[in-house]
């Protein structure tokens, strides 16, 4: 089963999960587990504390190896002694829908969320199997990425969504960006939805949907579409009839 074992000084911030929405639905069905670990429990002096000052100097704290050493620990061992050790920093290999996928299929991982300036090095040397960025911004802890980690893989569970929609059906899972979406009322603010949506001609809806996938990943995506582009045409079973035509059209367009 998916299960999360989260490294964290703010265990509670892990109700955004639990609490809410399509993964507190998954929690409840039994499709996943998380459980939290507190490097507090075990840190060193009587204070509690698991930072101190940096070698070197300059500004801030770092978390101390051995209080996270002994977290993973624990949580290896609730694991049967296994589990990938994912850190999540900006320093880490950006993450994509392959990875959630991957992990999703999986067991889940060891989730190790720094605060402060970071976290010891030799932790990362000796525990951290791989490290995972969001993007290039920073936050003030890892626990927010994890959040979305945990967020990305449990929607991708069989049985989390409700049946009307579908994981399989969700941007990224083609290469492409999400279509436009509308709803009530039919003329909002002047602005009306496109007519094709009110057709009820199911085979046009769908191929205006794919269009502007095609359109908008083009536009505002251009390195995500052209790998798109060459994975399909690469592919055995190359562009498909209407794929080719609505990229002859899109070209069109464009030209105009
Ligand atoms: C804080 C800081 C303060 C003064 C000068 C330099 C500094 N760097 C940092 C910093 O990078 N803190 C990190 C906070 C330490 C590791 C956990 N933190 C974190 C993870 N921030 N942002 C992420 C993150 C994770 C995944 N994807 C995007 C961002």
């Not at 999986?106 to 993007?135: H, T």
């Not at 927010?144 to 967020?151: P, T």
């Not at 002047?190 to 794919?210: A, C, F, K, Q, T």
């Not at 209407?242 to 367009?253: K, N, V, W």
């Amino acid at each position: 089963m998916l299960r999360f074992d989260v490294i964290t000084l703010f265990p509670e911030m892990f109700a955004a999960v639990t609490e809410c929405g399509i993964s507190r639905r998954a929690l409840e069905r039994g499709l996943w587990r998380l459980e939290c670990w507190n490097p507090r429990q075990w840190a060193e002096n009587a204070y509690g504390s698991v930072d101190d000052r940096p070698f070197g100097g300059g500004p801030g704290m770092v978390m101390q190896a051995r209080p996270l050493e002994a977290a993973i620990g624990a949580a290896k061992e609730a694991r049967g002694g296994a589990g990938r050790v994912i850190y999540l920093s900006p320093q880490g290999q950006p993450l994509g829908h392959a990875k959630v996928a991957e992990l999703a299929a999986g067991d889940g991982a060891i989730l190790l969320c720094g605060r402060y300036e970071g976290i010891d090095e030799r932790v990362i040397a000796r525990c951290v199997d791989q490290e995972v960025s969001l993007g290039d911004f920073v936050l003030s802890g890892g626990e927010i990425a994890a959040l979305a980690l945990i967020d990305a893989c449990v929607r991708q569970l069989p049985g989390a969504l409700n049946d009307e929609a579908s994981a399989a059906e969700d941007s990224f899972v083609e290469g492409l960006l999400d279509c436009p979406h509308y709803t009530r009322p039919e003329v909002y603010e002047g602005m009306p939805v496109p007519d094709v949506l009110l057709s009820g001609h199911h085979e046009n809806i769908r191929r205006w949907r794919l269009k502007q996938s095609l359109l908008r990943t083009r536009e505002r995506r251009p390195e995500l579409f052209a790998k798109w582009l060459a994975q399909r045409a690469g592919s055995a079973r190359g562009l498909s009839k209407e794929e080719t035509q609505l990229l002859r059209e899109i070209e069109a367009d464009s030209n105009k």
